[in-house]
C-alpha cells in the first residue's frame, strides 16, 4: 500500500527558510504529478505547488510564487518543498498529495484532482 509521510516543518521566525519532504512508499512514484497544498486553522486547504512525473515541469500558486520551490528526485521516492521568506500567513499544516490524473500542471490545483495524501506537517512562522 502507497504511503505518504511529509516532515521538515516547524516554527520559524518571519523571513527563514524550511524544507519540507514527503517521501513515498512504492514503486511508482514516479509515474504521478505530485503537489503540495496547505490548510490554516479554520481556512479550506489550499493549493500550493504541483510537479511533473519527471520534475521538469512546476506550477505553483500566486502566493508562494517566487518564495517557494518544488522539487522531486525519484531515485530516492521523495519530493520537496523549499520554503523561502517566509511570512505569518505561511503558517498551515503542508501536506504532500498525488494525483493519477496526467492533466496539464495548471489544471491540477484543487485538491479534488488528488487521490492519496500524506498526513502533514505543522509550518508555523512568528512574526
Known amino acids: 500500500q502507497v504511503q505518504l509521510v511529509e516532515s521538515g516543518g516547524g516554527l520559524v521566525q518571519a523571513g527563514a527558510s524550511l524544507r519540507l519532504s514527503c517521501a513515498a512508499s512504492?514503486?511508482?512514484?514516479?509515474?504521478?504529478?505530485m503537489g503540495w497544498f496547505r490548510q490554516a486553522p479554520g481556512k479550506e486547504r489550499e493549493f500550493v505547488a504541483v510537479?511533473?512525473?519527471?520534475?521538469?515541469?512546476?506550477y505553483y500558486s500566486d502566493s508562494v510564487k517566487g518564495r517557494f520551490t518544488i522539487s522531486r528526485d525519484n531515485a530516492k521516492n521523495t519530493m520537496y518543498l523549499q520554503m523561502n521568506s517566509l511570512r505569518p500567513e505561511d503558517t498551515a499544516v503542508y501536506y504532500c498529495?498525488?494525483?493519477?490524473?496526467?492533466?496539464?500542471?495548471?489544471?491540477?490545483?484543487?485538491?479534488?484532482?488528488?487521490?492519496?495524501w500524506g498526513q502533514g506537517t505543522q509550518v508555523t512562522v512568528s512574526s
Open positions: 498529495a498525488r494525483t493519477r490524473i496526467p492533466y496539464a500542471l495548471g489544471r491540477l490545483a484543487t485538491a479534488r484532482e488528488y487521490d492519496l
Open positions: 512504492g514503486r511508482t512514484f514516479s509515474s504521478y504529478h
Open positions: 510537479i511533473s512525473t519527471g520534475g521538469s515541469s512546476k
